[in-house]
């Protein structure tokens, strides 16, 4: 799996040793970030013997060691002395215990790189608290989706809706310093996460928080992990006083006071500051020169918005060809990440023509019935990015159809996007190696000489935009629907009844499709007699009201992740 770029991100991890529970959570994060991730990792230990612990990490990681002799875990001052070690534009302070699906993740450092936010949580929703049961098989798979609520556990044990303050947070580096750094007047355990997100906004900063949940990894807490710590009443008072300023002057002022805040500034201002400013122009320079690089190439940029996907079943040679012209004419118009997946009894792709392509990415499931529905859930397991598309391997988009998508990714309010008018335009075979070297589509409705237009006016299959998020909340696909026939139509059902806002597009741009041959022995499903069984199961569906949908999708959730 190529590894995600997160090379101007820094991730600082403070950290202190006081269980066997603590390490393996370290040795878990780290492997997780790693694995997912081409980044920069930084590690801080604090311990009170001057005998630091994590010493050899020092050969693949960025690390720092406090020893302090008044025995408290001091997170505050082992984070500043990590940001003071840091080069990159992007910041994360990071717990040693928790974890987050990659593309929380991404989401968030995309956020601070559009400067959308100053500072961004890559969760929302609330907090999982994960048994110790699953290090385990999360350290052997690195796959969250394993988690399950064991029976036996209370739903006040498994999640916590208020504690979503912590864990981790992306930062600008410009933030860390107008922020004040980390406030090292707290000490030990409680409130200081909830005291740095009101002084960011405070000094003017903008929060974000990414859709989705946090894993914390459960472990031994000792007396300095709860409220009941020497220093947590001192904490409380810290951040009363900190309230009680009017004015981001006299906060600041009062920072100014102590040596600690003192010794930093000056620190940042003489070391890195420099630095940063010459990173930070490096990378606006890049986001221009991608920009006109894309207008000479005429490519709209979904890279960090859209993941392509292509489910594939060889049938017939005319398959095989319309995937390669499918990619080739993706290639030519998107910046994607695009993945291809591929089911069947025997592999047929020839994925060696695309495998040096940046973004692309191909899976083979070995299955010897084809499922459209369950080959689409595993390839959406791989998606890290806030939308993905699914593409069959016979359409091809317009340029009026990526520009408008484009113009509806950053809508928040939108779940679901039919980026056509209902209408099928029917592409003759004859015309395959005319779209080998046609730009746009479009051009072969001025001179295709046999022009068929299907009626489709509620169709919303070959191609739709969907939100990840909103897509798996809602169920994901229904794999009670084999091989081909009303699988799109019902999964588009069930999320507009769910409440999701699904629109389509004001284009009158038809899908173009590529017609083919079709194996009805192989491929058909009415050989099977599924078509009359997956129309009356559409029906049925139709008839729920919204809690029975809720209830079904529950089911689909369960039985799909």
Known sequence: M?????????????????????????ELILKFLRYYFDTNIAVGEITYDSKPKLA??????????????????????????????????????????????????????TLL?????????????????????????????????????PDDLAD??????????????????????????????????????????YRIQFMGGKIGKVVGVGYHINHFRGIQSTNRNAFFKQNEEEFKKIKSFKTPVSLTKYLESFSWYRELAKAKHNTNQPRLEILHKESEKRDVSEVKQQQRNERFDFYDKVTFIIPFHYDTDDRLENVNLSLDYLYKNVNAQIFVGEMGADQYFE????????????????????SKTKLINNLIKEV?????????????????????????????????????????????????DVISNIDDIKKLDEFCSYRFLKEHYLGTGACIFFRRDSFIESGMMNQFFKKWGQEDDEVVY??????????????????????????????????????NIQQEELRRIKTFTYGEMRIYANKLIKENI
């Open 156 to 197: 006040n044990e498994w999640k916590n809706a208020s504690q979503v303050d912590g864990l981790a947070l992306g930062l600008t580096q410009k933030m860390i310093f107008r922020m004040g750094f980390e406030n090292e007047n707290f000490k030990s355990w409680g409130p200081e996460d909830s005291e740095r997100l």
């Open 351 to 370: 994925s060696d023509m695309h495998k040096n392509k940046s973004g692309f990415s191909y899976n083979f499931y070995k299955e010897d019935v084809f």
């Open 494 to 531: 069930r999320m507009f009844t769910l409440g999701n806002n699904i629109i389509r597009m004001k284009t009158n741009d038809p899908i173009h499709h590529l017609m083919h041959k079709i194996d009805k022995k192989g491929f058909g499903y009415q050989e099977h007699n599924l078509s």
């Open 384 to 432: 890290y990015t806030e939308f993905f598309c699914l593409h069959d391997v016979d359409i091809f988009l317009t340029h009026s159809q990526f520009k408008e998508t484009l113009n509806y990714l950053d809508n928040t309010l939108i779940d679901a996007i039919i980026p056509y008018n209902g209408l099928y335009l029917e592409i003759p075979r004859h015309y395959k």
């Open 2 to 26: 190529k590894k995600i770029d997160l090379t101007d991100v820094t991730f600082c991890i403070p950290v202190h040793l006081d269980s066997i529970h603590r390490k393996q959570n370290l």
């Open 56 to 109: 050899h990490l020092q050969k693949d990681y960025m690390y720092v060691h406090y020893d302090n002799p008044e025995k408290f875990f001091h997170k505050t001052k082992l984070l500043n002395m990590l940001y003071l070690k840091t080069e990159t534009p992007y910041v994360f302070s990071y717990d040693c215990d928790v974890l987050f699906p990659p593309q929380q993740i991404v989401k968030c450092v």
């Open 113 to 149: 790189r559009k400067r959308i936010y100053d500072a961004c949580l890559p969760f929302r929703d609330y907090t999982i608290h994960v048994p110790r049961q699953f290090y385990k098989v999360i350290y052997e798979t690195l796959d969250l989706s394993r988690i399950k609520k």
